[in-house]
């Protein structure tokens, strides 16, 4: 028997992420799933859903629900983190504080990222450090923004066994093939960067790169949305397609202006979507009525989804499907990443996987133990990075000026120093002010004050 642990478990993102452990629990060999959550009322409403999944699904699979960290944690085997310290309100402030100071509101990519961090990775600490005591073979798997931050956090402590993983990069291999009319596994997609600050470097189908085709083909471009933001001169003029989360780099004006003139981040409109479904959610029976609560969280999990970039992009949400068409996707989702991973680890069959992991040689000019975002090779011995070797200046130059900010914020909360804070967010591109970053601390530090306590 397997046991994973998720913490974090009364996120609104558990339900997928149970449905997607119920398609690959078998080639996992996982039997058991706790749920952990902070908050008991929420976790009660999204544990009822999680087991309706299961139920459904046919799967012999165990659920646990927990408040109990000790108990969540004890014999785990592998560890999912994904935790929003300060809840969904903390991430508008984040990100107002940040455009009150004329500088981008994105929870992952900037300073509202900082202060998602620097709230995080104390406690994810304490949960590594309690876990090496109650499941020390464990493998920790941090879904928790911004990923690749938090990852070198927990790596720079010693924690060896921590993955760090984001979604994006198979998301988009999906809609590549899509746009491209093949199978996914038809395709092998090579990344390499930083968490949020990738490119695609190769893409490889019938045993021919065709980056430098689709790259420049207009009508492939148009078809996938997380190329189609960017203007196709740069695109054409970049020798890689570049992760979407780089429009906030290469198009920083245009995405302040349309977060600005919107009147509302990102953070704001999932904060209230989430709050009406937590709040329908919790008057009905959902055990009595499992279809009619399942529709209900499909339709703003689908809201949530239409919406994604919609503002910073003035792109507009997608259209929902009809409410009676609604349907769990049966597919692995954002869990998938995770899920393969441990298939390798179980059945030594390989595996091809974007992960952030230490550097180790991957992308020259970057050291050994920096943590990246790029194509990993899993097998029973775990990950192993791609060979990139040398990388166009201008993108390195950027990886080093995002991984200098990375090391100072983690050196800034290990020190629980304001002088190091304001030095990580001076050196950070979308920032690059003394002044401005002197102000974000300063208003990071009065909104969190309970929860950061005094920094010197």
């Not at 689908?302 to 259209?319: L, N």
Request: hydrophobic share 40%; aromatic share 8%; charged share 20%.
């Amino acid at each position: 028997m397997k046991q994973l642990t998720l913490i974090g478990g009364g996120g609104v993102r558990a339900v997928l992420f149970t449905k997607s452990l119920t398609l690959k629990a078998s080639q996992a060999g996982i039997t058991r799933l706790v749920l952990h959550d902070t908050d008991e009322q929420q976790l009660g409403i999204i544990g009822k859903l999680c087991r309706i999944v299961i139920e459904q699904s046919g799967v012999d699979l165990q659920l646990v629900m927990t408040t109990d960290i000790r108990e969540a944690l004890t014999g785990a085997d592998y560890i999912v983190t994904t935790i929003r310290v300060g809840k969904e309100v903390s991430r508008y402030t984040d990100e107002q504080i940040a455009l009150d100071c004329g500088v981008i509101g994105q929870e992952t990519t900037g300073p509202a990222g900082f202060s998602m961090a620097i709230r995080t990775i104390p406690v994810l600490m304490d949960y590594c450090k309690l876990a090496s005591e109650l499941a020390p073979q464990a493998w920790i798997f941090n879904f928790s923004n911004p990923s690749g931050l938090v990852t070198q956090a927990l790596r720079s402590a010693g924690y060896d066994r921590v993955v760090g993983i984001c979604d994006t990069p198979s998301h988009t291999k999906l809609r590549m093939a899509e746009a491209m009319g093949v199978q996914p596994e038809e395709l092998d997609v090579e990344f390499f960067g930083l968490n949020h600050l990738s490119w695609i470097s190769k893409v490889s189908y019938k045993g021919e790169d065709v980056l430098a085709q689709l790259k420049n083909d207009s009508a492939f471009v148009a078809r996938v949305d997380e190329f189609k933001m960017f203007d196709p001169a740069l695109l054409q003029s970049l020798p890689f397609l570049p992760n979407e989360y780089l429009y906030y780099y290469y198009h920083r004006e245009q995405a302040l202006g349309n977060i600005v003139k919107s009147g509302m981040t990102r953070g704001q409109m999932i904060a209230e979507n989430n709050k009406a479904m937590l709040a329908e959610l919790a008057k009905m029976d959902i055990e009595g009525e499992p279809q009619r609560a399942l529709q209900t969280y499909l339709y703003y999990t689908q809201k949530r989804e239409a919406s994604y970039m919609a503002i910073e992009t003035a792109s507009g949400a997608k259209p929902l499907p009809p409410a009676e068409q609604l349907e769990l996707p049966n597919s692995l989702g954002y869990a998938g990443v995770m899920l393969d991973f441990v298939a390798s680890l179980q059945t030594g069959e390989r595996s091809d996987i974007v992960l952030n992991v230490p550097n180790k040689g991957s992308i020259s000019g970057l050291a050994d133990d920096d943590v990246v975002e790029v194509s990993c090779t899993i097998t029973r011995d775990g990950a192993q990075p791609v060979h990139i070797g040398e990388v166009p200046e201008n993108m390195l130059l950027l990886m080093k000026s995002v991984k200098r900010f990375e090391r100072l914020t983690v050196e800034a909360v290990q020190q629980q120093s304001k002088e190091l804070a304001i030095e990580a967010l001076m050196v950070h591109p979308l920032v690059g002010s003394y002044s401005i970053a002197k102000r974000l601390v300063q208003s990071y530090m009065t909104s969190y004050k309970d929860m950061l306590g005094a920094w010197k």
